[in-house]
């Protein structure tokens, strides 16, 4: 097709040479054009727009890539997205921008890193809530969520993004402490700029979506950034004594719990087993009792036999009277009741 369209090329270009006249002179006569010449001009004039029409045919289909979205605008105004696969749009009147809304972009905020790291005081230098200047620097991360409002809502969408996420971290470091700013609160910041800044560019209609802000480097400025390194370390130890201190009271207290509340149980086992001892005693008591006051006399030789046959159960010295000479006799019989 490239060949065909190469000779029709050539062939208008000679149209341009003129043939020498009859007269032998070689003067110049109008141009004539011979039989041959003519058959190839129609020729050429019923195979250019065939020629066309392929061209119009084979740019009216494209592709979107997987990741990407197709922005179609008819006569200049924007028409319709297209998904990934393959689509048809019409040719001249359609034009096609092909946006990746899964790319994700980045825009540095105090800081450049194009060869080496530099930073750009101007807008590193921020003031805090306690008036105090700190040196700022954060990576911003973005992706295009409305391809639409990306392209035509918004003039320079990097300026925008850049303007915008500098304006989000100076308000937010503004209403932060610079204990904060430096030690605990990095996180926070983060957190809260993404917000502002996303709810500024929304305002916009800017087609964009934050994914993620990473600060860089919070420090003081290098005037005093030692001291404020020692102030740091500090806070650093405090907080670690306060660790290890809750540490400790997790570790002791739950032990000083199980402790009490075995001592607890301990007592009411303890408090159970007097009062079952103390409700024998007493039923045994009432027991005796009764039978004491059916018959006092038998009962009180029956208590008095039960106590001496538990004293003397197992003596290891037998006192006797000889009956012929009235003396005591002392009998040795702890082998005989030895266990």
Known sequence: MFDLIKKIIDFLNNLDNRNPGNNGNGSNDPIT?????????????FLFPIILLIFALFSSFYTIDPGEIGVIQRFGKLSSYSEPGLH??????????????????????????????????QESLMITKDENIVDAQAIIQWKIKDPGNFLFKVFNVNATIKGAAEVSLRSTIGNTMIDDALTTGRDQIQ????????????????GVAITDVKLQIVDPPEE?????????????DKEKLINNAKG??????????????????QAEAYREQR????????????????????????????????????????PKKVIGVDSSSGSLNLLQLGEVFKD
């Open 191 to 206: 957190s809260n700029t993404r917000e502002f800044l996303q709810e500024l560019l929304d305002s916009y209609n800017s």
């Open 33 to 45: 054009i011979d039989a041959n010449q003519k058959a190839g001009l129609k020729k050429a004039a």
């Open 275 to 314: 009062i079952s001892t103390a409700e024998g005693d007493v039923a045994r008591f009432n027991q005796i009792y009764s039978e004491y006051r059916k018959d006092k006399g038998t009962t009180k030789t029956r208590i008095y036999l039960e106590k001496m046959q538990t004293i003397l159960q197992k």
């Open 88 to 121: 048809l749009k019409i040719p001249i009147v359609d034009k096609l921008t092909i946006v990746d809304v899964e790319k994700v972009r980045r825009i540095e905020i105090g800081f450049r890193s194009d060869r080496s790291r530099v930073s750009v005081v």
């Open 248 to 265: 400790y009271f997790e570790d002791v207290i739950p032990k000083a719990r199980g402790e009490a509340e075995k001592m607890i149980r």
């Open 224 to 236: 005093v950034k030692d001291a404020f390194n020692e102030v740091v370390r500090a806070k650093e």
